[in-house]
């Protein structure tokens, strides 16, 4: 059983960086691929970066991959998603997500684990 615990969210300024860190426990983190996503009031959760186990491959959403990093240390069972640029239109709870194997997958339903969140809110 993987737990996910998110953290580093809070209130930033349009055209500021918030660095998002998600911690693992209770399993061998570095045997799952882990994702990033989002989700604003009254919308569908949606992907925003995954990472492999490995960390040799990502993946971004469109409408934030020239803004974003994701990168992971397994020695610290830690992913992490650097945002820079921030817009008003980033605000939302961010969540950590696992699951086991290599594939990146943008879908909500392909990951059996999450975190809480953590929110991010954005001003103009």
């Known amino acids: 059983q993987v737990q996910l615990v998110e953290s580093g969210g809070g209130l930033v300024q349009a055209g500021g960086s918030l660095r998002l860190s998600c911690a693992a426990s209770?399993?061998?983190?570095?045997?799952?691929?882990t994702a990033w996503f989002r989700q604003a009031p009254g919308k569908d959760r949606e992907f925003v970066a995954a990472?492999?186990?490995?960390?040799?491959?990502?993946y971004s959403a469109d409408s934030v991959k020239d803004r974003i990093n994701i990168y992971r240390d397994n020695s610290k069972n830690m992913v992490y998603l650097q945002m820079n640029s921030l817009k008003p239109e980033d605000t939302a709870v961010y969540y950590c997500?696992?699951?086991?194997?290599?594939?990146?997958?943008?879908?909500?339903?392909?990951?059996?684990?999450w975190g809480q969140g953590t929110q991010v809110t954005v001003s103009s």
């Open positions: 990472i492999t186990w490995t960390g040799d491959r990502t």
């Open positions: 209770g399993v061998t983190f570095s045997r799952y691929t």
């Open positions: 997500a696992a699951r086991e194997g290599t594939l990146l997958r943008v879908g909500v339903d392909k990951y059996e684990y």
